[in-house]
């Protein structure tokens, strides 16, 4: 059983890492912020009061996430492992997780993705992604060949409700504030934090860097 979560500020290339990871092990890829912008999408489970927290770039109850992710956690699916993206976010999260865990007998391991602050701004608000088909691009360090415009089906990009300046600035206070502790709390009561330095390496150097670290 392969239980991994990968931990980091927003911008801090969680997402990417775990795209990469997920296909190289097989194991699923659980985003709580991927799992509610699909279930606004759809219209079904998330209502408007949690639609409206994510605009603003506040953190969504507990239970709701809680529930959600203990769902996912239950199929078939992730009975070999999982790769934890955006989860747990709150100190609450974090020992609900534990309590997951420990009830049958797994172990995490944690990856701190660690990111320098004005990196993270520059890629939050360079960050484009294609509506069809979802590719991510950043206007400083991965533009698309056709400003705007998808390199694979030429589809105009679009930028993330949440990726305006205002609500970003409220998401790395979000981070701050109420994530930032669970990583103290993980290193203390839970044992197994990697550091990774992913500030300037390009998303492949740092997947083998997180390779290497999962291999020890
Ligand atoms: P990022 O890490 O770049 O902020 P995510 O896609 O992980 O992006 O999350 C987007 C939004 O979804 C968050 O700002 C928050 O509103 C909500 N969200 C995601 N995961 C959680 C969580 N574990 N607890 C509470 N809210 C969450």
Same mark, same amino acid.
């Given at each position: 059983m392969k239980a991994i979560v990968l931990f980091g500020s927003p911008g801090s290339g969680k997402g990417t890492q775990a795209k990469l990871l997920t296909e190289c092990l097989g194991l699923p890829h659980v985003s709580t912020g991927e799992m509610l912008r699909e279930g606004i999408r759809q219209g079904a489970g998330v209502d408007a009061a949690v639609a409206a927290i994510m605009h603003a770039g506040s953190l969504v109850s507990d239970q709701v996430v809680e529930a959600m992710v203990e769902e996912r956690l239950g199929r078939p699916d992730a009975a070999k492992g999982f790769v934890l993206d955006g989860y747990p976010r709150t100190l609450a999260q974090a020992r609900h997780l534990a309590g997951w865990l420990e009830g049958r007998g797994i172990r995490e391991v944690v990856i701190h993705l660690a990111v320098d602050y004005n990196i993270i701004i520059a890629r939050l608000t360079g960050r484009r992604e294609c509506p069809r088909c979802g590719t991510s691009y950043n206007v400083a360090f991965h533009p698309p060949?056709?400003?705007?415009?998808? /390199?694979? /089906?030429?589809e105009k990009l679009a930028i993330r409700e949440d990726d305006r300046e205002a609500v970003i600035r409220q998401r790395l206070d979000a981070y701050e504030g109420q994530t930032r502790p669970v990583l103290e709390y993980l290193r203390t009561a839970r044992g197994r934090v990697v550091e990774v330095d992913a500030s300037n390496d390009p998303p492949e150097s740092v997947y083998r860097k997180i390779r290497q670290a999962l291999e020890n």
């Amino acid at each position: 059983m392969k239980a991994i979560v990968l931990f980091g500020s927003p911008g801090s290339g969680k997402g990417t890492q775990a795209k990469l990871l997920t296909e190289c092990l097989g194991l699923p890829h659980v985003s709580t912020g991927e799992m509610l912008r699909e279930g606004i999408r759809q219209g079904a489970g998330v209502d408007a009061a949690v639609a409206a927290i994510m605009h603003a770039g506040s953190l969504v109850s507990d239970q709701v996430v809680e529930a959600m992710v203990e769902e996912r956690l239950g199929r078939p699916d992730a009975a070999k492992g999982f790769v934890l993206d955006g989860y747990p976010r709150t100190l609450a999260q974090a020992r609900h997780l534990a309590g997951w865990l420990e009830g049958r007998g797994i172990r995490e391991v944690v990856i701190h993705l660690a990111v320098d602050y004005n990196i993270i701004i520059a890629r939050l608000t360079g960050r484009r992604e294609c509506p069809r088909c979802g590719t991510s691009y950043n206007v400083a360090f991965h533009p698309p060949k056709v400003d705007e415009l998808c /390199d694979l /089906d030429g589809e105009k990009l679009a930028i993330r409700e949440d990726d305006r300046e205002a609500v970003i600035r409220q998401r790395l206070d979000a981070y701050e504030g109420q994530t930032r502790p669970v990583l103290e709390y993980l290193r203390t009561a839970r044992g197994r934090v990697v550091e990774v330095d992913a500030s300037n390496d390009p998303p492949e150097s740092v997947y083998r860097k997180i390779r290497q670290a999962l291999e020890n």
